[in-house]
């Protein structure tokens, strides 16, 4: 019965790929691999390093202080979320774009660091007082396009 059972299965390898990793199709690249940019040695060597900026959020009775933050694109940031809500002494503090969520325990501060990848609006909310805030990321690039609003 054994030998019926072995003799079923059979394996077709004539359609198998040999070389996974090569993208044979240059129009459609995945979605992690970056161009290719080349840099100057010089400029790796003396690359310049922002320090990490330091921002205080605070969960109030009234909302969030500051409600919206400004950050740069690819700046380094440390934020303290400090809970001063006397009617809500433990809460929530919900930061979905940078995969961030902690617990604030009134008097107490809560730190992680940010690095902004991306431009864009992303809001960080407390669930248990329905309050919310965004930060805002912007890029350093200067448009030269871009033409006053009044002459």
Known sequence: MLSSVA???EVDFSRRQVEFNKVKNEDRLPASVQEDQSVNILSKVFDTVEPTQDIV??????GFVPAQVRLKKGGNYRIHVVNVNN????VSFVLDAFSEHHNTVFGEQKTFHVTPKTDGIFSYQCPET????????????ATPDRMPASK
């Open 87 to 90: 009617k809500e002494k433990n």
């Open 7 to 9: 003799n079923a299965w």
């Open 57 to 62: 959020i605070m969960n109030t009775e009234k």
């Open 130 to 141: 329905a309050v919310q805030g965004k930060f805002i990321i912007y890029s350093d690039a």
